[in-house]
């Protein structure tokens, strides 16, 4: 069994900034790419960043410059570090993660998301 605890939302101010992290923890061979996506009411979720087992990472043009995707390896854990936070950035936020369970099975796993508003 592999569980994923999502935290960091709350209520900021346009301007301010948010950190999400998103621990995973259970039966754990390795983990590979990590992400976060959100989504608001009637809409698809969407990606917000990226980031590969070799740190590269990837971002939504509307939060680059803005957002900073990193993990850790030895605590399994990805952050989201969010600055000048727009009221646009409201969303829940779901991190993904991708881990190796055994040597031959892969899965892709979601966090239970964390509600992120951006409001003065």
């Known amino acids: 069994q592999v569980q994923l605890g999502e935290s960091g939302g709350g209520l900021v101010q346009p301007g301010g900034s948010l950190r999400l992290s998103c621990e995973a923890s259970?039966?754990?061979?390795?983990?590979?790419?990590m992400g976060w996506y959100r989504q608001t009411p009637g809409k698809q979720r969407e990606l917000v960043a990226t980031i590969t087992s070799s740190s590269s990472t990837n971002y939504a043009d509307s939060v680059k410059g803005r957002f900073t995707i990193s993990r850790d390896n030895a605590k399994n854990t990805v952050y989201l570090q969010m600055n000048s936070l727009k009221p646009e950035d409201t969303a829940v936020y779901y991190c993904?993660?991708?881990?190796?369970?055994?040597?031959?099975?892969?899965?892709?796993?979601w966090g239970q998301g964390t509600q992120v508003t951006v409001s003065s």
């Open positions: 993904n993660i991708r881990i190796r369970v055994t040597a031959t099975i892969t899965n892709c796993y």
């Open positions: 259970g039966s754990i061979f390795s983990i590979g790419a």
